[in-house]
């Protein structure tokens, strides 16, 4: 961020230039006192003012210091293990009914809505705040019909990662999410991504390769949230 530069401050001598004494005056006339000043004037110029002078001069500004954050738990730090662990086991449900239709473990649907929601933390949310239930990330494209909502996402394009807002599908709730990610996932193009029981670099390829995200790192993202959902799994 640009910071506008404070203009500097132009400080006056500290104390006064002392009078001029008549009686010199009356002995030099007008322009021996003249001459005088003028030679002041030049050796303030070449030398500045004299140290006590300087030493009175405003300090520099400063910029206030930032309030202290609010004593609250911070939105980036990354969610706990009993967090993590009660995420799973609310949409458990709706992952196994997923994973059926698709051929693949539950483990890899859970953390494919983990990796896409931030644990279920950061879902795409309307202009209102409430959530649209969609764990998925999945984009409104011209024929979905249903609602949606406009949401800031990060894109890869050309390798530079740009900011940019997107339209997002919103459903009423966790099981209509799973089920129309289930039936996005029967198209073609994530053939890759079908019956891949529970191997993690196939599923995840699958999606890549059929366009599901724009970030390079993607497929090895979503295998190290797969290593940690099963992990959380194991009794």
Do not use: C
Request: hydrophobic letters at 40%; aromatic letters at 8%.
């Amino acid at each position: 961020m640009l910071r506008a530069e404070r203009p500097g401050i132009t400080t006056m001598p500290a104390t006064p230039a002392a009078p001029v004494s008549p009686a010199r005056m009356g002995g030099q006339g007008f322009s021996g006192v003249y001459a005088q000043l003028r030679g002041e004037v030049a050796d303030t110029i070449l030398h500045g003012f004299p140290a006590a002078s300087r030493a009175m001069s405003v300090p520099a500004w400063t910029p206030p210091a930032a309030p202290a954050p609010a004593a609250t738990a911070a939105v980036g730090t990354p969610a706990g293990e009993d967090e993590r662990r009660s995420f799973l086991a609310q949409i458990a449900p709706w992952a196994e009914r997923a994973a059926r239709r698709l051929g693949v473990s539950s483990d890899l649907i859970a953390a494919h809505a983990a990796l896409e929601s931030g644990w279920g933390r950061q879902p795409v949310r309307t202009g209102d705040g409430a959530s649209t239930h969609n764990l998925f990330g999945i984009k409104a494209g011209s024929s979905w019909d249903g609602a949606s909502a406009d949401a800031m996402t990060t894109e890869h394009l050309g390798g530079a990662a740009l900011r940019m807002v997107q339209r997002f599908r919103a459903y009423s709730d966790y099981g209509s999410a799973f089920d129309d990610y289930a039936q996005l996932l029967q198209l073609p193009r994530y053939a890759g991504a079908r019956d891949a029981g529970g191997d993690v670099r196939s599923f995840a390829r699958g999606l890549v390769d059929g366009g599901y995200a724009t970030d390079p790192g993607y497929a090895h993202k979503l295998e190290q949230v797969a290593r940690q959902v099963q992990r959380l799994s194991i009794p």
